[in-house]
């Protein structure tokens, strides 16, 4: 009975090719009814014994990673062996994948390097060939032949890895720009820029990924500092980017004000018309959006702000007593006899306004409801769970890469601002407005 070598691959237009052994040593038996045979073993030939019949034994010992192409009628096909303990990853060349596919090396080229010149079907076809074959195109060929790396960069901005990777606004872009460059099989880098790089001598430091030329363009993630804004704006700098939530000639950005009146209308409809606001430092486009969307919302539906008093932003000039700032301001909001009914805030300060309450000895959403501006995930790890304003980041990521990729090819409008309205999911902490 013939035995299945583990992780072998028989092709459909050889039904008669069977693995009868595999031997301890990796040594593999073929045995193939063929007429005409040849077997391309890394530019060695297999040895190849009679059988009688019409069959042809092969015998190869499996020192690499294998690829046995067999020629069969005039035709081209192959056998894959993926490789096991011990065995070394071969390198598949372009000619190879070619021969298996059964057409030239420029056409292969174009398929896989997605330039016009094949059919699409064609093109599907000896891509998944290629994979199969665990091909991987040498990044020096292709720098020498496009003039490009093929990489993308994200640069994240902020003062260090650590701190900048866990904030509320930079952790989702992160994770979704590496889960679009992922599907989208894209090679990438990421770096976090201090807001003020300088070098030994004091003088501005622009990115690793820039300087060295390790990139095509990059996507920018947070609030721009005016020196890095220069040296990209500079005549002559090289290098396409798009910035996510910063105003720039090419940026994808949510619409935060329109999903703060949106949040404000929703409340409204409730019955709330006591609302009161906390956000951020507005030196940062999305807090000042959401600020201004507040205000129209506030003029349009005649609220009560107290005068204003129920309005406030959590940016104290001493930034080491944020949090105590933050819990200093929601204690004010929520302990005054004449109280907001309703809250919104904007992630982590959202989670604090229900820690707040609670210790006030009031209860979310029975006494106060709360909106907090920030992801599912956060949304989702408070308890009650937060009615959130969600900024839709998977998709900001997508069509900031989109918008990239566009300028690295030289297509598309010279300039482009794209507005994502983020979208009301509502949770735990929002009810109707308590009669007081």
Same mark, same amino acid.
């Given at each position: 009975m013939p035995v299945a070598l583990p992780g072998a691959t028989v092709p459909p237009t050889l039904p008669s090719l069977r693995v009868i052994r595999a031997a301890p040593k990796c040594v593999l038996l073929l045995s193939v009814y063929?007429?005409?045979l040849a077997v391309k073993f890394h530019g060695r030939r297999g040895l190849v014994t009679g059988m009688g019949s019409g069959y042809r034994?092969?015998?190869l010992r499996l020192e690499d990673r294998a690829v046995y192409f067999m020629r069969f009628r005039g035709k081209v096909s192959y056998v894959w062996l993926n490789s096991g303990d011990g065995v070394r990853e071969s390198k598949v060349t372009i000619y190879e994948v070619a021969e298996a596919a059964g057409v030239s090396h420029t056409a292969a080229s174009m398929a896989l390097s997605g330039r016009p010149g094949v059919s699409e079907v064609q093109r599907q076809r000896i891509q998944k060939i290629s994979q199969a074959m665990g091909y991987k195109p040498r990044l020096a060929a292709q720098m020498l032949a496009s003039g490009k790396t093929g990489h993308i960069g994200l640069i994240a901005m902020g003062s260090g890895a650590t701190t900048t990777a866990a904030e509320g606004f930079t952790s989702p872009i992160l994770t979704a720009f590496l889960y679009v460059c992922a599907t989208r099989n894209q090679r990438n880098l990421v770096e976090f820029q201090p807001p003020t790089a300088t070098d030994a001598d004091g003088r501005f430091e622009p990115p690793r990924q820039l300087s060295g030329g390790l990139v095509d363009g990059v996507v920018l993630a947070g609030h721009v500092s005016s020196s890095l804004r220069q040296w990209l704006e500079a005549?002559?700098?090289?290098?396409?980017w798009v910035s996510i939530d910063e105003p720039a000639d090419y940026s994808v950005l949510a619409a935060a004000d329109e999903g703060i009146e949106k949040a404000v209308a929703m409340l409204v409809g409730l019955?709330?018309?006591?609302?009161?606001?906390l956000g951020g430092a507005t030196q940062f486009t999305t807090h000042r959006l959401k600020l201004e969307g507040f205000m129209r919302a506030v003029a349009r539906h005649s609220l009560d702000t107290n005068n204003g008093e129920w309005i406030s932003s959590n940016d104290p000039a001493? $930034?080491?007593? &944020?949090?105590?700032h933050r819990v200093a301001i929601l204690t004010r909001l929520l302990s005054g006899r004449r109280r907001p009914t309703a809250l919104i805030a904007h992630g982590v300060t959202a989670r604090d306004a229900v820690l707040v309450?609670? $210790?006030?000895? &009031?209860g979310v959403p029975r006494d106060v409801s709360i909106v907090s501006y920030c992801t599912a995930a956060e949304a989702a790890i408070c308890e009650p769970a937060l009615t959130a304003i969600e900024p839709p980041f998977t998709t900001m990521v997508e069509r900031a890469i989109s918008l990239l990729q566009d300028r690295i090819d030289g297509i598309g409008p010279r300039c482009a601002c794209e507005w994502i309205t983020p979208e009301i999911v509502m949770r735990d902490t929002v009810a109707k407005a308590s009669p007081t």
């Open positions: 063929v007429s005409t034994r092969i015998s005549k002559g700098c090289p290098y396409p019955g709330h018309r006591r609302i009161g606001f001493d $930034r080491s007593r &944020l949090v105590e309450a609670a $210790r006030l000895g &009031l």
